[in-house]
């Protein structure tokens, strides 16, 4: 039997999922990939078929949370049709992120095209006074 090591990088350990980490992922939850620039972490977050609508992104307390609540309302004409086999399902799913002290909370903004839900977390800007500095003794 083989064991993996997961090596995480400065990122895992900044973003700290609240499900376990990455290496849980169950199927009702979507993926997500996490970027990082000089400026900012891009989160995109893999959801095939969901409206811009059907999505909530709240942040309280440095924590991220990206759910979406699916209702199922069948109509007289989707409960005559028998699946022999259904893959395609629409889920509701909840996922939290808590977020580093770096990133500005006020200035976060969401985009969802294509099937992904793109969210920029802007960094904040950091001061020259908050720099490390070697300070001699006289």
């Known amino acids: ?9 400065n990122t895992d350990q900044l973003f700290k999922d609240l499900l376990g980490g990455t290496q849980y992922i169950q199927k009702t939850v979507p993926a997500v990939n996490i ?12 959801a095939p078929g969901f409206k811009k609508e059907d999505f909530n ?6 924590l991220l949370t990206i759910s979406s609540e699916v209702k199922k309302e069948t109509t007289e004409a989707e409960a005559e049709v028998k699946f022999t086999k ?12 808590t977020l580093p002290d770096t990133i500005n909370e006020q200035e976060i903004n969401a985009a969802y095209q294509d099937g992904i839900l793109k ?4 960094k904040k800007e950091v001061s020259q006074q908050n720099t490390k500095r070697l300070i001699e003794i006289s």
Do not use: C, G
Request: charged share 35%.
């Open 119 to 122: 969210v920029t977390l802007p």
């Open 86 to 97: 259904r893959e395609f399902v629409k889920a509701s799913f909840k996922r939290s992120f």
């Open 1 to 9: 039997m083989n064991l993996v090591k997961r090596h995480y990088s």
């Open 35 to 46: 970027k990082e620039t000089e400026q900012f972490f891009a989160l995109e977050l893999v």
């Open 57 to 62: 992104i709240e942040v309280d307390d440095k």
